[in-house]
């Protein structure tokens, strides 16, 4: 995904390998990091859902959202998760139920509208709408 973000579609992307600053606590990065971006992207797995850190960007995230109240986090599943999966991951099975999202493994079937609807997500202006249709695939969220 990175070379055709940063490389062909042009966005600058925060990578902590690569962006935060070492020595500075971890959690002052990924706050940074989230407000200082202007959408944040959640690529989610099972190995995502198992760390501790990513649980916490998540958080910060969520936080963001729900502070500012601008569309500000794009969910996109690496794989398919079961929602009971998701079920002691409050906050993010609450927000699969409210958002769309978008789904790498529906993007084999059809790689052209996938990218398009990334691209589309990353320019959505700011405000928090409940009926944006952007990001969900044909199974749409409860394809879960």
Known sequence: ???????????RLCLHHRDF????????NITDAIYGSRKTICVISRH??????????IQMASFRL???QKDVLILLFLEEIPS????????????????TYLSWPQAAQHPGVFWQNVQRALQTGDALTENTDLLTGPAG????
Do not use: N
């Open 84 to 99: 009971r999966h998701l079920t002691p991951y409050y906050r993010m099975r609450k927000l699969v139920k409210k958002r």
């Open 66 to 68: 729900f502070d500012e």
């Open 48 to 57: 995502y859902l198992q760390s501790e850190w990513c649980s916490r960007e």
């Open 1 to 11: 995904m990175l070379p055709v973000l940063e490389g062909e579609q042009g966005w």
């Open 21 to 28: 600053q070492p020595g500075k606590p971890i959690m002052e």
């Open 141 to 144: 969220p409860a394809g879960l």
